[in-house]
């Protein structure tokens, strides 16, 4: 069993085994030989009001890949024989290998995106000449789902729409990450939505 990873603060999930061609029209066929590109251009857009909501570079970082590869091994004796446990079972031992791949990739990490507490759809353009994924926030068994993306994946130039529910309480944050099926390029938007108590007055 193996897990990937993007050497850097988060974790990320990374689709395996697709195969895409970066063109410069979605409709091409494409040229497997061109690098893809991915980029995020704002503002976001309220499309229940029109406001519109800037988006910042914060950081953007060469990285790599990393695989965690967990290695199981059975416990031998002296005499090289498997050792059975109480329960009748051989006793197994895991270890943990990490491996990094000749993967590269480009991380852009976003300023936050500050939205209001009511309830809202939201619009921003995604640039590419390729496959693109937006990659579904994770939340706990405990968790209020709030924030939810419309658009799950794409090609080319297109748009990116998330949904909001109205946040009665205070700031919740969620981070959105968008990347090329390629797994080269991977853009992380911190989605912020103020709380009716606590969102600044003329917001």
């Known amino acids: 069993m193996s897990g990937r990873f993007l050497f850097y603060i988060v974790a990320v999930s990374v689709v395996a085994g697709m195969v895409i061609s970066c063109s410069d029209e979605p409709r091409n066929p494409g040229d497997l030989s061109k690098k893809c590109e991915l980029s995020l251009d704002g503002p976001a857009i309220s499309l229940k009001t029109g406001q519109t909501f800037n988006i910042r570079v914060a950081r953007e970082t060469d990285t790599v890949y990393k695989y965690l590869h967990l290695v199981k091994d059975t416990v031998l004796d002296e005499d090289g024989m498997p050792v059975i446990g109480s329960d009748g079972y051989y006793i197994t ?3 943990s290998v990490y491996v990094y791949s000749k993967i590269k990739a480009r991380l852009v990490e976003l300023e936050p995106l ?14 590419s000449n390729a496959r ?10 405990y968790d209020t789902k709030w924030y939810f993306n419309i658009t799950a994946t794409g090609g080319g130039d297109s748009r990116f729409d998330f949904r909001t529910t109205r946040n009665r ?30 969102q600044p007055e003329n917001f």
């Open 93 to 95: 031992t895991v270890d």
């Open 132 to 141: 693109w994924l937006a990659l579904t926030p994770e939340y706990g068994p």
């Open 114 to 127: 500050y939205v209001p507490a009511a309830a809202d759809t939201f619009s921003l353009n995604v640039n």
């Open 169 to 198: 309480q205070s700031l919740r944050v969620k981070w959105q990450e968008i990347i090329t099926s390629d797994s080269s390029v991977m853009y992380r938007l911190p989605i912020a939505q103020y709380g009716e108590k606590d």
